[in-house]
Each structure stands twice: as C-alpha cells, then as structure tokens.
C-alpha cells in the first residue's frame, strides 16, 4: 500500500528482460546476441501483427546501446545501433535512406534493426530495399497466448509497484482488447486510478477504467 500513499508510479522502460517470449524464445537469443556485439550479426528483421512486440523489442535494443538511434516511420542518422521501426510507413524518400543506411552500416559496421507486418518478400517497398532486408536474420514475432499475456501483464504491474490480483487480469483478458499494448495501458490506468483513490487493484475499479469512469 505504500506505493499508492506516496502516489509514485515507477516509469516502465522496454528491455529484453521484462520482453515475455512465448514461442520467440529464438528470436530473444539472437537479440541477446546482437546485443552483446557479434559481428555476425549485422542486419536483423522483425515481422508481425501489431502488438506482437516488435516496438518494445526495437526499443529495448537502442536503449542499451552506447551509440543507438530509434525512429518510427522515419530513418535516422546513422549509428552504432539504428532501430528502424514500421518500415512500411517509409515514403519513396525515406526507403531511398534507409537502402542507403543498409549499405553503409553493411560495409562501416554497426547493427540495423528494421521492422514491418510482413515477410520481406512481401512488403510494398522498393525491390532493392526489400531483397537488402531478407539479406539479415528474419524472424517472425508469435503473439502470445492467454497465459503468457497474463504474465506479461503480472510483469508490468510488478515492474510499476504493485500487485496484480489473478481475477484482475483474468477480467481484463476476457473483456479487454486483445493486442498486448492496449493491455498494458488499460493496466497503466488502472494504477493510476488506484493511486488516486488509494485503493488496491480490483475488479470493480477495473471496470471503472474500462467503462471511462476512471
């Protein structure tokens, strides 16, 4: 309860530990891979549905790099680390950047992180900016299961300071909207609205967020 009475909510930062696997357990280790600076790994390209966890996983690897460089739907300067993420969303312009970022970092050294819906193969771009990002890993991200979202959520409740009762995340997974984001930022809410009243998480104050009242 001292967390609600001092009415502090730690901010909640993406990483690849609080990132909750299910089936990309694979995927995981090669970002750890990259992480840790194996020059095998130059180039990697993440895919899937929205709120697979591609953001977080882009964001958690700039985050930890000295020398990184995140943009959304747009192409940065070039870094140790460039994390490029919904490139589909890239105009003419920006996927002419992003080709020509590839080729620098492919030859100066450095890891290119880009992500998109689709396959490569399949993506509306380019034809050479398309055949450069199959060039890397690709891995697809596998939503997660009932039970997996409700550790992720268990997770974030812990990571900001409280509790997460099982009946709590059990009624927002029956009601809530399925994309794991949404998820969290009707969790988000919660906590706030509970800190506000200083009252513990529940069922009842949930459904006060979710229907607005909170």
């Not at 930890?64 to 070039?78: G, H, K």
């Not at 819906?117 to 509306?124: C, D, E, G, K, V």
């Not at 890397?136 to 991200?141: D, M």
Request: charged share 25%.
């Amino acid at each position: 309860m001292s967390q609600m009475l001092l009415g502090i909510a730690p901010e909640w930062v993406p990483t690849l530990d609080n990132f909750v696997a299910g089936r990309n357990a694979e995927l995981l280790a090669a970002l750890r891979q990259a992480a840790a600076g194996d020059p095998a790994v130059r180039a990697v390209y993440l895919w899937g549905e929205q709120g697979s966890g591609k953001s977080h996983l882009m964001q958690a690897m700039a985050a930890q790099a000295a020398d990184a460089r995140y943009a959304e739907r747009a192409v940065p300067e070039s870094a140790s680390v460039v994390a490029v993420d919904d490139v589909e969303a890239l105009d003419d312009t920006a996927q002419v950047a992003l080709f020509e970022l590839y080729n620098r970092m492919r030859e100066q050294g450095g890891l290119l992180l880009v992500s998109g819906s689709r396959a490569p193969a399949h993506l509306a771009l380019r034809d050479d900016l398309r055949t450069r990002l199959g060039w890397g890993l690709v891995y697809q991200l596998h939503a997660l299961s009932d039970e997996e979202k409700a550790e992720a959520l268990r997770q974030h409740a812990g990571a900001r300071g409280f509790g997460l009762p099982q009946e709590v995340s059990q009624y927002l997974l029956r009601h809530g909207r399925r994309d794991l984001p949404s998820l969290l930022r009707v969790l988000d809410a919660l906590d706030e609205h509970c800190l506000r009243l200083k009252r513990a998480a529940s069922v009842p104050l949930l459904k006060e967020v979710m229907a607005g009242k909170g």
